[in-house]
């Protein structure tokens, strides 16, 4: 039974107050902060996997590869890198989708991406200046021609993990951007035969307005310059392409502006050999 002073209004409200913590100092500044602790988990350096993960890769998300990353950097530089979820799970997430857009495990690539990045720290630390997610995702390309390509031409990878239609984001892209721009996104006999097979559009036409977009960037500024480059990357890296798709011979239609990339680490005078990833004969047109 309560007494008296139990009862008492007063007496509950300080009851109440007393009750609860100490607020923590960011929680002085932003009240609204107050009774949200969590328990933070913190990576242990001394164990080669935090108990927090999953022990299949399959299921990792962003987030545990931006811990996975983390933990490989203490393990291999010594050194602690402080992670920023907002921003480091976005970066991961992109590199996931890279390799799901080329019919790749996207967990399973992400992580051998991160082990090849580390063991390559030297390079790319050479070439950037620090070895971070928002550099290593500037070694893609470089780490797709080195790990994938070769498998690709001797037939032992399997290309058909895709999350999405090809066709679709093409599409999709072609109904937010400029026509130049899927040239940019996809390279030159992608957007070439989407434009000729899917939406019907003139050879004639296509020829015209993909030398003055090629010209334009060739005479323009250093950024300008640098999508050239991309476009030219994008035609060689997405090879080998079926045989019914379009303007395969763009180096040689273009030779004037893409000779000037023959020197590049990613430039082939002819395709990859091999076979070519599945969604490419929704761009065909008896194939669809």
Not at 134 to 146: K, R, V
Not at 161 to 179: G, H, N, P, R, T
Not at 243 to 259: A, G
């Amino acid at each position: 039974m309560r007494s008296k002073v139990e009862n008492d209004p007063t007496y509950q409200i300080v009851a109440r107050i007393m009750s609860k913590p100490v607020p923590l100092q960011s929680e002085l500044t932003n009240p609204f902060a107050a009774n949200k602790r969590k328990k933070k988990i913190m990576l242990n350096p001394d164990e080669k996997k935090d108990i927090t993960m999953p022990d299949d890769v399959l299921l990792w998300s962003s987030k545990n590869f931006v811990d996975f990353f983390a933990e490989t950097y203490k393990e291999k530089t010594g050194g602690y890198y402080k992670k920023t979820y907002a921003s480091d799970n976005a970066i991961f997430a992109e590199i996931g989708k890279f390799f799901s857009s080329n019919g790749l495990q996207k967990q399973e690539w992400t992580k051998k991406f991160i082990d090849w990045c580390f063991n390559n720290q030297a390079f790319i630390i050479e070439k950037s200046g620090y070895l971070l997610p928002t550099s290593i995702i500037n070694y893609l390309n470089h780490f797709y021609q080195e790990e994938v390509m070769p498998k690709v031409e001797e037939d032992t990878i399997d290309r058909s993990y895709f999350e999405s239609s090809l066709l679709d984001e093409i599409m999709q892209v072609d109904k937010e951007s400029k026509a130049s721009h899927l040239f940019y996104r996809f390279g030159i006999p992608i957007a070439a035969t989407y434009f000729l097979q899917i939406k019907g559009l003139k050879e004639e036409t296509v020829v015209k307005g993909l030398e003055f977009f090629l010209n334009t960037l060739a005479k323009g500024d250093a950024e300008q310059r640098n999508t050239l480059s991309v476009v030219c990357e994008r035609s060689v890296m997405k090879s080998p392409y079926p045989e019914e798709f379009n303007f395969l011979d763009w180096r040689e239609k273009y030779k004037t502006i893409t000779s000037q990339f023959a020197k590049e680490n990613w430039w082939r005078d002819s395709d990859y050999k091999g076979k070519p990833l599945s969604e490419y004969n929704k761009l065909i047109k008896n194939n669809k």
